[in-house]
């Protein structure tokens, strides 16, 4: 009972296998010798920034808009001090007030004015830079003594695996 259960089994089988292979391609993997890669460049454009710094003279106001005040209270009192009765105090004190506004005025007039100093400014700038940046490869292979050709994104190095496809004629 054995020998009839086995037969039909190792018929299907092997009619399955048989029926892949008739009408249908098959197809597998194996390894090309590579003869010769060559890299392919295209010119691509990039943006590079760029300092530049230079040193610029600033100039800047000086004004003392309190001593012409400063100078009125002191030339007050002063005028005060020296006026002897009381109607010459006042006039003291007022004309001492306008002494005193007009030499401070003068003093701040003199001591201010334009103060100059060298600055250094920087601005950061884009430049377009153009480089070479490799794209592809073009392979040259090997494969049962002929020589075929493609184009690949990486360099395969010393071999290529290549799919190879068995289609019967017919």
Known sequence: MLKYTVIPLVLACSSAVFADHRGNS?????YARVT??????????????????????????????SAPIFG??????????????????????????????TVAADISRNRSGS??????????????????EIVGYDVSYRYQGEIYHTRLPYN???????????TPRG
């Not at 060559?38 to 003392?64: G, N």
């Not at 395969?156 to 068995?166: A, D, K, L, S, T």
């Open 26 to 30: 098959v197809s597998h993997t194996q």
């Open 36 to 65: 010769h890669v060559q890299a392919i460049y295209e010119r691509v454009a990039f943006s590079a920034p760029v300092e530049q710094c230079w040193q610029e003279t600033v100039s800047h106001e000086r004004s003392s808009s």
């Open 72 to 101: 009125a209270i002191i030339g007050g009192a002063l005028g005060n001090e020296l006026g002897h009765h009381k109607s010459n105090k006042r006039v003291g004190t007022v004309v001492g007030a306008v002494l005193g506004a």
């Open 115 to 132: 103060h100059y100093e060298t600055v250094d400014r920087c601005e950061v700038q884009q430049r377009q830079e153009w480089r070479d």
């Open 156 to 166: 395969p190095g010393r071999e290529i695996e290549i799919e190879v496809n068995v």
